[in-house]
């Protein structure tokens, strides 16, 4: 009886009839035709209200699941399925409240379907975590009532859900796709000019108009009688790393997205191509010490291990040491290799006090220092003033503007390749700076 009761919601269609029987009892107070005839009413209601309860209350009801995918991306579309069937012999009207993770601070969920007899019915909608982590799914909650609409029927489906959500995932699938199709350039991505080759040798072939002179292999025409050419590919199993700096300068966020997220979807999309290209991909993670070390691999079980590693990275509130930086990668990392640094400078004296790290590791290593536009600072600047408090907020954001390029050109001066980029841009723009780097030849 008591899960009876729990169960049972009266529908606002139900109140606004006792509603109207109200009033016509008050009126025959003063007309008395009107007694017979709300006593008829009121009998008529409690007829359709019970015949209400023994359709909904049948053992025949409605059946719902909700179908969610093995983990969500993040900063992406994720599609939830929910999936309704009506088992009763008549159409049912059923409402939806879906107990949503609290991470998403959505509260006004609210979906209203009719279903036939006998008929299935699904829809889908979609969620945008911003976060990393675990999220939380609680019960579906279904309401459902017949036509006469004066009682509802509350059934709850499934147990709370736990779902991870990772670093974006699709964005990497779709970079990855890009380069397999060599349409890299419809995604931004600009092809770069081969100034020289790479030193690894391919194989022997004839000479075809339109090869490098300078290849010609002339022992190898000598003997064959015809012109031979070398031919050269991109060098291979180069260890290339991403190193993600979590200290505070990347809790600012962007869209809803902090930069050490942007950081993270980057690095994974990033070393999906470099593991296509057939080069080791590694990761360390680091604010005021070594939080995370993956020596470069070029399996292909390797990218699952950076995203379970990238999974659990959050943002660390100290100041991160360089000084540490340096030291650990002297050690850790004898190889010569390509390092992704991420990490942010707001202003110039911040960048001065880590320079002498940054060129010492750029020393033994083809660095990259990859720090972000505020992109917040670009409306301010676009926007027309309306007094003087505006104005000087528009002369102070276009100061810090031109602070970030000098860094840019501080850091190209010292040798140290530089990206300065949106962070809505990172992913493309570190990729065609590695694509650069390949090509020329640097590492």
Not at 181 to 210: C, W
Not at 270 to 291: Q, R, T
Not at 320 to 333: A, C, G, P, T, V
Not at 390 to 396: E, F, G
Request: glycine share 4%.
């Amino acid at each position: 009886m008591l899960k009876f009761f729990k169960s049972l919601y009266l529908n606002q269609r139900f109140f606004y009839v006792i509603f109207g029987i109200a009033l016509l009892f008050l009126f025959s107070y003063f007309f008395d035709f009107f007694y017979g005839f709300t006593w008829v009413l009121s009998l008529l209601l409690l007829f359709f209200f019970l015949a209400d309860l023994v359709s909904l209350y049948k053992n025949n009801q409605i059946h719902a699941e909700r179908i969610l995918p093995q983990k969500f991306s993040n900063s992406d579309e994720n599609e939830v399925e929910v999936i309704l069937e009506n088992n009763y012999g008549f159409p049912i009207y059923v409402e939806i409240i879906d107990e949503i993770p609290v991470q998403f601070q959505k509260r006004d969920f609210f979906k209203k379907l009719k279903i036939a007899a006998g008929a299935t019915e699904k829809f889908s909608y979609s969620l945008r975590p911003v976060e990393r982590g675990e999220y939380f799914f609680g019960k579906l909650n279904i309401y459902s009532y017949t036509k006469i609409g004066f009682a509802k029927r509350r059934s709850i489906f499934g147990e709370q859900q736990m779902l991870k959500v990772y670093p974006s995932f699709i964005q990497m699938k779709k970079l990855d796709f890009l380069a397999i199709d060599n349409r890299l350039s419809q995604a931004g991505l600009k092809k770069i000019r081969r100034i020289g080759h790479t030193m690894e040798f391919e194989q022997i072939k004839e000479y075809v108009p339109g090869d490098d002179i300078r290849t010609i292999n002339w022992k190898a025409t000598a003997k064959h009688g015809d012109l031979m050419v070398n031919q050269f590919q991109d060098e291979k199993a180069q260890p290339i790393y991403s190193i993600i700096d979590t200290g505070r300068v990347m809790k600012m966020p962007f869209n809803g997205l902090s930069l050490l997220d942007y950081a993270i979807n980057s690095s994974l999309a990033f070393s999906n191509i470099a593991l296509k290209k057939k080069d080791k991909v590694g990761l360390i993670s680091f604010s005021a010490k070594i939080e995370s070390i993956l020596k470069a691999n070029a399996k292909l079980s390797q990218l699952q291990q950076i995203m379970e590693r990238l999974y659990n990275i959050n943002t660390q509130f100290p100041d991160s040491d360089f000084n540490m930086l340096y030291s650990n990668l002297r050690k850790r990392i004898t190889q010569r290799s390509l390092l992704m640094l991420y990490t942010n400078f707001e202003h110039i004296s911040a960048l001065k006090r880590q320079l002498p790290y940054l060129q010492a590791i750029n020393k033994k290593h083809v660095l990259v220092v990859i720090f972000f536009e505020n992109t917040e600072l670009d409306k301010i600047i676009a926007s027309k003033p309306d007094n003087t408090t505006d104005m000087a907020h528009q002369v102070i954001a276009e100061s810090f503007t031109h602070d970030k390029k000098l860094m840019a050109a501080e850091l190209r001066k010292h040798g140290i390749n530089t990206l300065l980029t949106k962070p809505e841009d990172l992913s493309i723009n570190a990729i065609n700076k590695y694509l650069e780097i390949k090509a020329r030849g640097i590492l």
